[in-house]
């Protein structure tokens, strides 16, 4: 797997940030800033191998993501899915941004755990409770802190609702899908103010 798709994909599944905490008020009111806030999370998890829950933080930019895998995870044609879509204000329907397909699952981790550079850039997207190596062993698995305003910037992305979804499928036995999660924000993006003439 070529490292520009990782990029693109860490891109993406960097709708999550463990950042420092700003409130609306702590922003510079002289630059253009995008508010974003998670409606909610839908999560599946397939029950023979694990069991997923989720956490949407008070402030609504923050969620927790905890798996409880009890059926080792192997490495069986694992393949990861990553699609965003927006419906922008005033529209009826949604339309697609961006899409990943077949990403070898295991070839990703496996290509994360060996680069010190992306589990330095990841770990700046993620608190990760471990890291992860395929097969993925029985045990609990965290993701905590994910935010989901830190990395949209605000010239790139419109006022709208956004659906961030990622699945990982088994493509050869029982099971189709293993795992897959959408997180759906809204983005309201907040034009800058007029800067004050000196001696105001």
């Excluded at 409880?68 to 329907?93: F, I």
């Excluded at 077949?102 to 700046?124: D, H, Q, T, V, W």
């Excluded at 659906?163 to 809204?186: L, R, W, Y």
Aim: with cysteine.
């Amino acid at each position: 797997m070529k490292l520009t798709r990782i990029g693109w994909l860490l891109a993406f599944v960097s709708l999550q940030v463990a950042g420092e905490e700003s409130s609306f008020f702590d922003a510079d009111p002289y630059e253009k800033r995008a508010i974003v806030s998670i409606r909610h999370i839908k999560v599946f998890g397939e029950s023979r191998y694990m069991r997923v829950k989720t956490h949407i933080h008070e402030d609504r930019t923050h969620f927790d993501l905890n798996v409880r895998l009890v059926r080792e995870l192997g490495s069986n044609h694992l393949v990861m899915n990553v699609k965003v879509r927006v419906k922008p204000d005033g529209r009826d329907k949604f339309v697609r941004l961006f899409e990943l397909k077949r990403i070898n699952f295991c070839g990703f981790l496996s290509e994360y755990n060996a680069s010190p550079m992306l589990r330095l850039l990841f770990k700046k997207s993620v608190i990760l409770s471990d890291i992860i190596g395929c097969p993925i062993r029985v045990g609990n698995y965290s993701m905590l802190n994910a935010d989901v305003a830190e990395n949209i910037a605000p010239d790139g992305v419109q006022n709208g609702t956004y659906n961030f979804f990622t699945e990982i499928v088994e493509e050869s036995g029982e099971i189709a899908k293993v795992f897959a999660m959408q997180v759906t924000s809204t983005v309201q993006i907040i034009e800058p103010q007029p800067e004050p003439e000196n001696g105001e």
